[in-house]
């Protein structure tokens, strides 16, 4: 069988995956806005795993079992607080710079975002789940090259139901770089779509963020605005990350 790489844009696409029988693909999971690239920054500041979720009943669930988690994640784009958890003020929002060192060293935390944990969540019975960012973009790569898997599945987590500019670029960033390792197989046509916006980009990601829904968004609130050039930096971590039963570690 020829290898191949798919991509899928939207929770629209990536919900029938739990139907689908995933036991010889390779998964790469992109939020780059933020979860992925926040839960990558986690573990690079000492964090021992995250434990991504669905829905916030879950991560409440899991601190109820275990008060030492810390709970994390967002609603809105916002830190949920006790009238959205049924009492219980999370910890952590989704904004990469809070998970410092000082913050999550040592700890295991349950996050649960709008679309990143549940894009995560449907993959958990893929051969192999990567955490992808722009922050792990050659070395994940490189990974990816030295594997070669037969199938390659890029998920882009996207914005609420829709689509996003900035999963998609990441996406293509992987696919531009993969196309090469790829010749001889096949390449869907939404993973050659995603290439080429990276490429008309690549130089000015932030700029492609100005146009970019989630990315707009960000850029407009003054607390928030900083995440979106730190989620677009590349290559600052020098480890992947990978979700095996259940918790996104360190690979070894």
């Known amino acids: 069988m020829k290898p191949k790489i798919d991509l899928l844009f939207s929770p629209a696409e990536y919900a029938r995956l739990p139907e689908i029988d ?11 806005l933020r979860a992925t690239t926040t839960m990558t920054t986690a573990l690079a500041s000492g964090a021992r795993a995250l434990i991504p979720v669905a829905e916030i009943e879950e991560a409440v669930a899991c601190r109820r079992r275990d008060a030492s988690i810390l709970l994390a994640g967002e609603r809105e784009g916002r830190r949920i607080t006790a009238d959205l958890s049924g009492g219980f ?9 809070e998970f410092t060192a000082a913050r999550v060293a040592g700890r295991t935390i349950a996050i649960t975002t709008t679309n990143g944990t549940r ?4 993959c958990a019975a893929a051969h192999q789940v990567w955490v992808g960012s722009f ?10 090259k030295h594997d070669r898997p037969a199938h390659l599945l890029l998920v882009c987590s996207g914005t609420a139901e829709e689509a996003s500019t900035e999963d998609t670029l990441a996406a293509g960033a992987f ?3 993969l196309a090469e390792s790829y010749s001889q197989g096949k ?13 008309r980009h690549e130089s000015d990601l932030l700029g492609a963020m100005r ?6 968004r960000l850029l407009a609130m003054e607390e928030l605005r900083d995440d979106v050039p730190f989620c677009l930096q590349r290559n600052t971590v020098d480890f992947l990350a990978e979700m095996k039963h259940g918790e996104v570690t360190r690979a070894a």
């Not at 995933?22 to 790469?28: E, K, P, Q, R, Y």
């Not at 922050?135 to 990816?144: I, P």
């Not at 146009?211 to 707009?216: S, Y």
């Open 89 to 97: 003020e999370f910890d952590l929002g989704n904004s990469p710079r």
């Open 119 to 122: 894009a995560l969540r449907v």
């Open 175 to 177: 696919v531009a770089h």
């Open 22 to 32: 995933l036991t010889s693909t390779t998964c790469v999971v992109f939020d780059i």
């Open 211 to 216: 146009l970019a829904r989630n990315g707009r």
């Open 135 to 144: 922050l792990v973009l050659s070395m994940l790569v490189e990974r990816l």
């Open 187 to 199: 390449i869907s046509d939404s993973a050659w779509m995603a290439s080429d916006l990276y490429l």
